[in-house]
């Protein structure tokens, strides 16, 4: 199967004409202007099935025409491209470390503002949703006189969400429990809203903008403080029976491991986090072994960050990469695992993994060669993520997208 023909899949009957216009969205935000023949060639659907499908999206407004191509030889072919004025979408993240990130994009996928504030991590959490609403006022002031109308918001957190009632059951390194951010964000807005997990919808920014582009099977790893996770499957992401699929961080590796933010032992998290590589080098740094990180004098280090310790390494510092290569290999054990499970075809390194992929991506390699089912193992790829801190935004942008394509007519009046 060609890679074209791969990413526009033609599913099972209901998911049809979604994914076709997914394919027509998504071909027009790369390459527009571009006319109806070209649409045809680059997804692979007949002519008539694009002409249909542009007339659709041209009827909500969605899709414009803006002049004619005169480069051929044949009658001159109408230039499609996305409507940027047909609305706006604001995309929201609450970052475990103490940040809220707000992005909004008009409906060509162009940023038009952004706004990032810190928070500190004991606030209440009223405190920092009250934040939150203010920054997504301003970006729709920012917006609503130049693209229409509001026809999505997105937020992406770092916890449990109750998909049937959008309301974030646990984020252990905020230590929320039971916040109705749904239902809140409905109060004070009068549009769709959209809450997730912010791995899930990291793993949507990577498929829609990012390095899974061209994969329907994709399996997504975060890290950060935590270690989360979303996959996609057929183009869609998983949710399990409850939205709580793709907890990649708290599959046991070691039941006499160390005590998990979950309050089990031995999950993945606790060998493969921020949290567990800081803590590998503080307790050798503590034992007295040497490295560019330790302050010299008291043997102690300085305050560890993933940036210092890739600097670290690309300094070849022996401690940093041992402690590198050991995270690696139980990155590698781990992702052989999912891999054996969920056979992706692709599997995407976010968050500080990506920062430090160039240490880690070879040891990782070997590991999902030798315990990944050989089969399994030879059709799989590790890439790092392209879409950076950006990735779980991108992919609240991605979420409203989706639910704009699945009923169209919903969001117009
Ligand atoms: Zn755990």
């Known amino acids: 199967m060609s890679t074209k023909q791969s990413r526009y899949r033609t599913g099972n009957q209901t998911l049809v004409r979604e994914i076709n216009l997914s394919a027509i969205m998504n071909r027009l935000h790369e390459h527009s202007p571009i006319s109806r023949s070209a649409l045809a060639e680059m997804t692979g659907l007949n002519k008539t099935t694009v002409s249909s499908l542009v007339q659709e999206l041209i009827d909500y407004q969605f899709v414009r025409e803006i002049g004619f191509d005169?480069?051929?030889?044949?009658?001159?072919?109408?230039l499609l491209q996305l409507n940027p004025e047909a609305g706006f979408i604001i995309s929201a993240e609450i970052i475990d470390v103490g940040y809220i990130s707000?992005?909004?994009?008009?409906?060509?996928?162009?940023?038009?503002?952004?706004?990032e504030e810190a928070f500190h991590l004991n606030s209440d959490h009223n405190k920092i949703i009250h934040r939150l609403f203010t920054l997504l006022h301003q970006a729709s002031d920012a917006a609503r006189n130049l693209y229409g109308p509001v026809l999505g918001i997105a937020v992406g957190v770092p916890g449990l969400v109750d998909q049937k009632t959008d309301t974030l059951l646990f984020a252990p390194n905020l230590n929320w429990k039971n916040v109705p951010i749904?239902?809140?964000?409905?109060?004070?807005?009068?549009?769709?809203?959209?809450?997730?997990?912010?791995?899930?919808?990291?793993?949507?920014?990577?498929?829609?903008?990012?390095?899974?582009?061209?994969?329907?099977?994709?399996?997504?790893?975060?890290?950060?403080?935590?270690?989360?996770?979303?996959?996609?499957?057929?183009?869609?992401?998983?949710?399990?029976?409850?939205?709580?699929?793709?907890?990649?961080?708290?599959?046991?590796?070691?039941?006499?491991?160390?005590?998990?933010?979950?309050?089990?032992?031995?999950?993945?998290?606790?060998?493969?986090?921020?949290?567990?590589?800081?803590?590998?080098?503080?307790?050798a740094i503590d034992q007295g072994q040497s490295t560019i990180l330790a302050n010299p004098g008291n043997g102690s280090s300085n305050q560890l960050t993933i940036s210092a310790i890739a600097d670290a390494a690309r300094s070849n510092d022996t401690l940093v990469l041992k402690?590198?290569?050991?995270?690696?290999?139980?990155?590698?054990?781990?992702?052989?695992?999912?891999?054996?499970?969920?056979?992706?075809?692709?599997?995407?390194?976010?968050?500080?993994?990506?920062?430090?992929?160039?240490?880690?991506l070879p040891s990782v390699n070997r590991e999902l060669n030798q315990r990944a089912l050989r089969w399994n193992a030879r059709a799989n790829r590790v890439v790092l993520a392209q879409q950076g801190s950006d990735a779980c935004v991108m992919g609240g942008l991605a979420k409203v997208y989706q639910a704009i394509l699945a009923e169209p007519s919903t969001v117009t009046n």
């Open 102 to 115: 707000v992005i909004c994009a008009n409906f060509a996928n162009k940023i038009i503002w952004r706004s």
């Open 70 to 78: 005169t480069a051929g030889t044949g009658r001159p072919a109408r």
């Open 182 to 283: 749904g239902m809140l964000l409905r109060e004070k807005f009068d549009c769709p809203v959209f809450v997730d997990n912010e791995a899930n919808l990291a793993a949507l920014g990577e498929y829609y903008f990012g390095a899974a582009k061209d994969c329907n099977y994709v399996v997504y790893v975060s890290s950060s403080v935590g270690i989360g996770g979303g996959i996609i499957h057929g183009g869609q992401l998983l949710t399990g029976a409850a939205g709580f699929a793709g907890e990649l961080g708290h599959m046991t590796m070691n039941s006499q491991g160390e005590l998990c933010s979950c309050g089990n032992r031995g999950c993945w998290e606790t060998l493969v986090s921020q949290k567990a590589i800081f803590s590998r080098l503080q307790q």
């Open 323 to 360: 402690v590198l290569e050991e995270t690696a290999c139980y990155l590698g054990m781990g992702i052989a695992s999912l891999v054996n499970v969920l056979n992706p075809e692709l599997v995407v390194l976010g968050g500080i993994h990506c920062l430090l992929g160039e240490f880690l």
